[in-house]
């Protein structure tokens, strides 16, 4: 089921031009909102906006969004005004490929110079108005994840670069993940929200199934969700937690439990897990432990469950002496990745999973580390896809942690202890950061690598806005804090450090000296 083509931007821009062709080239249909909406209430535009009032309009524009949005394989033109509000961007954002066609002030005017069916334009002073009304769309229109300036592009090489745009963004994978029971699948691509019920039912999933989400995220993607589990003939109920790795807890756990028996789940139903890394690790841990077991979906909606959370099947909860503490190991029977998903996480998560990434290619892939130095932090599905296979055959090899799988724990000796003295208001992303560098700082102070693995390191997490230093707390209250850490041998302490960018090694060699050191060097003053 193809993705739609979602074609916006401000009046004259080009859009229903563009998007005709485009539709003729992909042999798909064309939808031009305005003219849906003419047809719909037989009125012209101008005759709506002077009867009806443009509030109506918009209303109308609201609820087109959302059912063209429960569509596939369209090529559809917005209205100049259609996505300004969030709601309608995500509606669209959901089901395709959003791209913003842009112009200088000067050549619309030109453009639009004999235009009369521009309400908006209605004015005596239209080059006031169109930089007026630029000005108050920019920052909407800076929300589009892709660009296309067409101020001095004809139609035809504004087409070719959607259909070259289209290319690029049309990467889909799946991942098969080999497992001692088995195995499953990782599905990868954008869109594939809408599609969690024909993957579930491709799995042998139905019945009664359990959403587990939390506010935020279910009000952004849980509609799309149950559309799809519904048109599969599933039964979902929707089941809500906290926001926040402060409620990572069993008391949470135990008020999921209440909800799945209130809702009907039994023992051939699933859960599905909707959200960042938190809500994985708690669905997962209640569908580990619900009647014994019950079959578990991830659906990750932040970059860092997307790379690391939602892959290897380790569910957990936190302890408030330590994070994680009290877990298991249950592998999902479906894990399905959608990128659009991103496009309404804010900075602060997004910035939290790329130290995931980075992780990753600090353990076993220069290349994805070479291609974080040189393009930037934009999340495309193939840097996702690569990291994600570096952790499938990290946890291939070594299931449930017995040896090479802990060198996933790259960062995060360090960052679990960060994250428990702060009681958990450090994010998990900021926490690993800090603990990266301290990881590389402490490889070098042991001769295991030099300095410009470090310094690559530093300079690449700065980029990204992460964190490289920590403030408020002694050096030796990260050294007992640590103590606590799951992954210590006995009374010996564990680190993985870093050799060189793709070569890293378990020790349990570092002296304590060398660790609180390094840890005051860390320390902002």
């Known amino acids: ?57 918009r209303r109308q524009e609201r609820q087109l969004c959302q059912e063209l949005a429960q569509r596939r394989g369209l090529v559809i033109a917005t209205g100049g005004g259609a996505l300004i509000p969030e709601e309608n961007r995500q509606a669209l954002g959901a089901s395709g490929l959003l791209v913003c066609l842009n112009c200088d002030g000067g050549e619309i005017l030109r453009r639009l110079a004999q235009a009369e069916d521009r309400p908006l334009l209605d004015v005596s002073d239209r080059r006031e108005c169109i930089e007026t009304l630029l000005g108050e769309r920019r920052e909407a229109y800076s929300r589009i994840p892709h660009q296309i300036d067409t101020t001095s592009l004809t139609v035809e090489e504004v087409v070719g670069r959607m259909i070259e745009l289209l290319k690029s963004e049309a990467v889909a994978e799946r991942i098969a993940v080999r497992t001692p029971a088995g195995g499953y699948q990782i599905h990868l691509g954008k869109g594939l929200l809408a599609r969690v019920g024909e993957l579930a039912r491709q799995q042998g999933l139905g019945g009664r199934v359990a959403l587990v989400t939390n506010p935020t995220v279910g009000d952004l993607y849980a509609p799309t969700v149950v559309v799809s589990l519904r048109k599969a003939g599933l039964e979902p109920v929707i089941c809500q937690a906290p926001d926040g790795e402060a409620y990572k807890t069993l008391d949470t756990v135990s008020s999921l439990y209440d909800q799945f028996i209130i809702g009907g789940l039994d023992r051939y139903g699933a859960v599905l897990a909707l959200g960042g890394g938190v809500i994985g690790d708690l669905a997962g841990f209640a569908a580990a432990t619900y009647m014994r077991g019950v079959p578990l979906v991830q659906l990750p909606t932040t970059l860092l469950a997307m790379v690391d959370a939602s892959v290897g099947g380790k569910v957990a909860v936190d302890h408030p002496r330590g994070k994680n503490l009290i877990g298991a190991f249950k592998q999902p029977e479906l894990v399905v990745i959608d990128p659009l998903a991103l496009a309404t996480l804010d900075e602060a998560e997004m910035r939290s999973g790329w130290a995931e990434v980075i992780k990753t290619g600090v353990i076993g892939s220069p290349s994805l580390f070479k291609q974080l130095e040189e393009r930037g932090d934009e999340p495309s599905l193939p840097l996702i896809i690569e990291a994600v296979r570096v952790k499938v055959a990290i946890v291939e090899e070594d299931p449930y942690e017995k040896g090479r799988r802990a060198v996933l724990n790259l960062g995060h000796t360090f960052g679990h202890a960060l994250e428990v003295l702060s009681g958990f208001t450090l994010r998990h992303g900021e926490a690993v950061s800090i603990g990266l560098v301290a990881a ?86």
């Open 440 to 525: 590389a700082r402490t490889a070098v102070a042991l001769g295991l690598c030099d300095e410009t693995v470090e310094g690559r390191l530093v300079a690449l997490l700065q980029r990204f806005g992460l964190p490289t230093r920590y403030e408020g707390y002694e050096p030796v209250e990260i050294w007992r804090a640590m103590a606590t850490d799951k992954k210590r041998r006995g009374k010996k302490l564990r680190f993985v450090l870093p050799r060189a960018i793709g070569q890293v090694e378990v020790s349990d060699q570092a002296p304590q000296a060398v660790v609180l050191e390094v840890l005051e060097r860390l320390r902002k003053r």
């Open 1 to 57: 089921m193809s993705l739609n083509v979602v074609i916006t931007g401000f009046m004259g821009t080009g859009k229903s031009k563009v998007g005709l062709e485009v539709a003729y080239r992909l042999g798909r249909e064309f939808l031009d909102m305005d003219t849906l909406i003419e047809q719909r209430v037989g009125m012209t535009i101008p005759e709506i906006f002077a009867q009806r009032g443009e509030g109506f309009f």
